[in-house]
């Protein structure tokens, strides 16, 4: 079992639709992240969270440390929006440096 | 405008050959990393530095090999001795390498095999 798993896998919305993005994750952690990769390939870190709620424009990040669960939520969707969306922790053991642990992704298709 | 740059974008590797993938960046982070991204997985970390002229394996290091001769610059090499190289590079850099904190990522380079 993947230490992060993100779901759904593919999700396709309507344009304005609200959007829900889940992370599950099965170990302690620091910090987890939600990070957004353009079809070109490229990666933008959407947001750092240690705990409660994070809100940029129509971006809206929670997390439950207890539960052990983050969602990413999308307000007013748009097809510029159409991306994947990843899920990283930061697990408590890794140290200094050691490493993000990576979600598989979670593919956004919003359709005009 | 500072970040990060990976060039090539597209590679090609020949059999038995080594091939050698750059990352620049101009942030003046002291931490660099490599991530391999394969369909339907998460990335995985290559190799990663906090400081010029050290460098640490990550979880699959094996036929890869990197250098930090300047803050700047992390190149990392495809050996002939990686069995199954196709996929997609990506570097990172950020602050310190500590907790906590952002990483900024590269557009990517796609590696594939001819």
């Known amino acids: 079992k993947n230490e992060v798993e993100q779901s759904p896998q593919n999700l396709t919305a309507q344009e304005g639709e609200f959007i829900t993005i889940n992370c599950s994750y099965s170990v302690g952690i620091s910090a987890l992240h939600w990070l957004q990769q353009h079809p070109g390939g490229g990666i933008v870190s959407l947001f750092m969270l240690s705990s409660g709620k994070k809100k940029h424009g129509r971006l809206i990040a929670t997390i439950n440390i207890q539960e052990k669960h983050s969602s990413l939520h999308i307000t007013a969707s748009h097809p510029r929006d159409s991306a994947v969306y990843i899920c990283a922790v930061h697990p408590i053991s890794s140290g200094s440096a050691r490493q993000l642990t990576f979600g598989s992704g979670t593919q956004l298709t919003v359709l005009p | 405008d500072g970040g990060i740059t990976q060039s090539p974008k597209y590679l090609f590797r020949k059999e038995g050959q080594n091939v050698t993938l750059s990352c620049e960046q101009n942030?003046?982070?002291?931490?660099m990393y490599w991530y391999r991204q394969d369909p339907g997985q998460g990335l995985r970390l290559i190799y990663y530095s906090q400081i010029v002229n050290d460098f640490q394996k990550g979880d699959i290091a094996e036929g890869y090999s990197v250098s930090r001769e300047k803050k700047e610059s992390f190149p990392l090499t495809v050996t002939s001795a990686q069995k199954n190289p196709t996929a997609f590079y990506l570097c990172?850099?950020?602050?310190?390498?500590?907790?906590?904190?952002?990483?900024?990522f590269g557009p990517g380079t796609r590696l594939l095999v001819l």
């Open positions: 942030l003046n982070h002291d931490a």
């Open positions: 990172a850099s950020s602050i310190a390498g500590g907790l906590l904190e952002t990483q900024y």
